[in-house]
Structure formats: structure tokens, C-alpha cells
């Protein structure tokens, strides 16, 4: 991999560089959400706006209800490249072993993150922790290079921040989040499309995996903290899959005494995916960069290993620690 520059890079000297290039690399982490997704596939609609040649990458396949949306079914889904081009960029990956796509580390790369805890791993770097999502950013660059607001940028940045908001619920959102919002409905995003194509989009087998995860949910002695948990009995049984849990998690923060949730995700024998949502002053990011993991105040996750009524223990009492710091704000 090229030297890192060892100065923070801006908006403006990313744009320079890519100007400078013509093969590209987008890439961005494992088990893709709506901002690795958007802010992906709006990076490189923009990148071939400019006449550049493009490969989006991922390690994992996106969700079924993404694939409706400008070029998601072209991904390419593959563990390794080959050719890193003449630039790999990385979206909202706090190292670049989160791509899970071995070969990256070759080329040129351009880590662009909203995360704390970014290992500040690329050739470039540009992180900006105030931006509601990734997708934010990459509006930004999408200016800088003078690309034209088209309808599919703008719907790819617009699902970036609608997902990674919460859909509008987390504290990082500014007038700057609605002020891009409302220049891709300028550019002709369809809102109410978007949020159908994401939120009603359901199967079956997700519909009554909600409902079992959530009537196992149990809570702390205080009514604050809302826990789940899902399996791969419980997932089969329900015709589902661990995908089919994606925004579940918020589910129980519909509940007004309940501050945070943690869910946990067996992978394998003592090995757990942990989720965990908040809500106002309440840091569970805190609580994830204690076991490597990372994210937002309000949204992080992070892996652990133990039995799981060891690691709810665990996370229970750390959580519960942040909510009493929050003072309930």
C-alpha cells in the first residue's frame, strides 16, 4: 500500500486525488447496512458521472429490500480482489479488515468515516465524527467534484441517512442532514418510495421472527434495558433468516421507560454478534469499544465470546452504567 499521508485529509483533497485517478475500487464493511450500501453505490454513480471505471465490492450479499434500488444488484460479491484499480475506497470502516475482502490492503486507499475509533488505516484518511452518516459525506465529495445531483445519487444518500438516523432518531442528525435531504428530493427522490421499499418489505418468515425474538425480549429489574437474543434454531424455525433481523432492534425502544437494547447474535459455539441502541445521552458506543467494536453514541455493536448468560451479565452492567451516567437525559 502507498505511504499514509500523515495529515487528516478534507473533502476537498479527497476530491483532488480521485480526480486524479481513473480505476476505482468502492468498497465498504461486512454484512452491508443502508449506509455502507448507499453511500457506496452513490460514491460510484458519482465516480462514473465522471467517467471513471467502477467496481463495487462487497464480501457480503445486501439485504433483499436494498436490492431494489439503482445498481444494488450489480454489486460484486466476492472475498478478494485481484486489481485494486488505482484507488480502493473505503466507506464507514473503522480498519480494513471490516471489508472482510482480502486484497484491498494493495492499493491506494481512501478511508472515508464517520465512526470514533477509526484506525486511521488508508493512504488517505478523512473522518468527520459529526456527519449523521457516511453517506453525508460522500454528498459532499459528490460536490466538490462537480457532479451533478442526479435522481439516483440522491436516493442512494438519502437511504444512507435514513437507515443510519434511525430513521430521523438519533442525536447526530443536524440542519445540514435536512438540508441534503431536501436537495435529493430537489434532484427527485421519492421519499415515501424509499421508505416503503425499506420498511414494508417483509416476509413472512420476518414477520414471525420479530415476534419471537421480541417475546423472549427480558428486562432489567429497572424497566431501562430491553435484551434479546436469536439463534439459528429460532431463525429456522421461524423460516427466517439472521438477516431478517435487521431493525428489530429498535423495536423496543418504542417503549418510553426503556432507554437502551442489546442483541445478541450466536455465530458458533461461544461466539456472539452483540447489537446494542440507545436513546438521548445514553453511550453504549462506550460499551462496544470495550470489545473492539465501534459505531455511534446511540448505535454500536461489537463481537464477544462467553456463555451467553455470562455476556448478558456483562453488558447488562455495563450498560446500566451509562444509563445512570445519562441521567436519564
Same mark, same amino acid.
Given at each position: 500500500?502507498? /505511504? ?8 476537498? @483533497?479527497? #476530491? ?27 460514491? /460510484? ?10 467496481? *463495487? ?9 436494498? +436490492? ?13 480482489? $485481484? ?19 482480502? =486484497? ?15 484506525? +486511521?488505516? &488508508? ?7 459529526? %456527519? ?7 454528498? $459532499? ?24 438516523? &434511525? ?14 435531504? !431536501? ?11 424509499? %421508505? ?25 429489574? @429497572? ?8 439463534? $439459528? ?23 418510553? %421507560?426503556?432507554? #437502551? ?14 447489537? +446494542?441502541?440507545?436513546? =438521548? $445521552? ?11 467494536? &465501534? ?7 461489537? @463481537? ?11 453488558? !447488562? %452492567?455495563?450498560?446500566? *452504567? ?5 441521567? &436519564?437525559?
Amino acid at each position: 500500500m502507498s /505511504a499514509t499521508v500523515t495529515e487528516p485529509a478534507t473533502c476537498a @483533497s479527497v #476530491a483532488r486525488e480521485i480526480l486524479t485517478r481513473q480505476r476505482f475500487v468502492v468498497v465498504s464493511h461486512v454484512r452491508p447496512d443502508g449506509d455502507a450500501i448507499g453511500s457506496g453505490m452513490a460514491m /460510484a454513480h458519482a465516480l462514473r458521472a465522471l467517467g471513471k471505471d467502477v467496481r *463495487v465490492v462487497s464480501r457480503d450479499a445486501p439485504p433483499d429490500p436494498f +436490492m431494489e434500488f439503482p445498481g444494488v444488484p450489480e454489486i460484486d460479491i466476492r472475498p478478494s480482489v $485481484d486489481d485494486p484499480g488505482d484507488a480502493v475506497i473505503v466507506m464507514e470502516c473503522g480498519d480494513l479488515k471490516r471489508t472482510g475482502v482480502d =486484497g484491498l490492503e494493495r492499493g491506494f486507499v481512501i478511508n472515508i468515516d464517520h465512526h470514533v475509533g477509526n484506525t +486511521m488505516y &488508508g493512504s488517505m484518511n478523512w473522518l468527520d465524527t459529526s %456527519a449523521a452518516a457516511c453517506g453525508e459525506m460522500v454528498f $459532499d465529495l459528490v460536490r466538490e467534484l462537480g457532479v451533478p445531483l442526479s435522481t439516483e445519487i440522491a436516493t442512494h444518500v438519502y437511504v444512507a441517512i435514513l437507515t443510519d438516523t &434511525g430513521s430521523f432518531h438519533y442525536s447526530s442528525i443536524s440542519p445540514h442532514t435536512f438540508d441534503i435531504c !431536501r436537495q435529493c428530493v430537489e434532484a427527485g427522490l421519492d421519499p415515501p418510495t424509499v %421508505a416503503r421499499s425499506i420498511f414494508d418489505s417483509n416476509s413472512l418468515g420476518r414477520l414471525k421472527l420479530f415476534g419471537a425474538v421480541l417475546s423472549g425480549m427480558e428486562l432489567d429489574q @429497572s424497566g431501562r434495558l430491553a435484551t434479546l437474543m436469536v439463534d $439459528d434454531q429460532i431463525a429456522y424455525s421461524c423460516g427466517g433468516t439472521y438477516e431478517d433481523t435487521e431493525g428489530l432492534i429498535n423495536q423496543p425502544l418504542t417503549v418510553k %421507560a426503556i432507554q #437502551a437494547v442489546v442483541f445478541f447474535k450466536e455465530h458458533g459455539p461461544f461466539d456472539w454478534r452483540v447489537s +446494542m441502541r440507545s436513546k =438521548g $445521552d445514553v453511550d453504549i458506543n462506550a460499551v462496544a469499544r470495550e470489545y473492539g467494536g &465501534g459505531g455511534h453514541k446511540n448505535a454500536s455493536g461489537c @463481537s464477544a465470546r462467553g456463555t451467553l448468560e455470562q455476556l448478558k451479565a456483562e453488558f !447488562r %452492567a455495563k450498560i446500566t *452504567v451509562q444509563m445512570d451516567r445519562s441521567g &436519564g437525559r
